[in-house]
């Protein structure tokens, strides 16, 4: 086993988005696990949106990340030292030990891989993504057959699982991604009845065609432009679960233009709107349930997804950085060892 501990850590709190100088790859001494812990080997990292926001020292629902400590993220982690009787050397375990090499975990937070699955499906469509598009469509979405639902960043992790699992529940699903290319992956491969291109000059009005019984369900990950096309066509009562707002992550100030809020509380009135911002551990007590319906949906081929995989712990900033510009397709992981 090797002696040092490469750890890629927060180097300075980013103004706008995030560029490589704030991140620094260093080396320190792989930890010892004291009495009851075990070390962890990182093989897989997760690299997430919500990270961005971890960067910032601003409130909210979680502390931000240290300078000069490790970026936070999930891991696929394999136990090299036990003294834990609950874990075994050689067990692969989901924890969250970062942006590093190797970790110290106590046992807790730490889940054993389901069987016959590739491991990175416990970060993806097995992981918090999955788990996030799977109790915040049903939570709060609630779909019903023959309505429809619309999902923006719908190519992603969160997004692909939403549209899939409204199909299921008899909805019509209509995406919403950047580019042709993942349009063409939503209606061609994951069975979306409709795929956006956010970029397209005319996105408002095809959105508007693609729904001409408006929107029931709208799942919100992104904000912004995306939004305000979406907003009118929500019908009365429709449901709105937020759980992130990506467009606006390294914004600077408010966007220019009229105050917009007005308008938005004037439509959450008149339509009487359950918009309900959440995030995923809110419902922890429906994990079992998820990797139930979710991993039987895999097994029977109802579901599908796709996985974007780079190589090195140190490519992680970059890919990171990328992720935040719309340029991985599919969820993002990184091959640490």
Known sequence: MATMNRRIVLAARPHGEPTPAHFRLEEARVPTPRAGEILLRTRWLSLDPYMRGRMSAAKSYAQPVVIGEPMVGGTVSEVVQSNNPDFAVGELVSAYAGWQDYAISDGRGLHRLPPGLPPTTALGILGMPGMTAYTGLLTIGRPKAGETVVVAAAAGPVGSLVGQIARLKGARAVGIAGGPDKCRYLTETLGFDAALDHRAEDFADALAAACPKGIDVYFENVGGAVFEAVLPLLN????????????????????????????????????????????????????????????GWLAEGKVRHREDIVEGLEAAPEAFIGMLRGKNFGKLVVHVA
């Open 236 to 295: 009365d009562f429709a449901r709105v679960p937020v759980c992130g707002l990506v467009s606006g992550y390294n914004a600077t100030e408010l966007p220019p233009g009229p105050d917009r809020l007005p308008t938005l509380m004037r439509t959450v009135l008149t339509k009487r709107l359950h918009l309900q911002g959440f995030i995923v551990w809110d419902f922890a007590d429906q994990q079992e349930a998820f990797v139930r319906d979710v991993g």
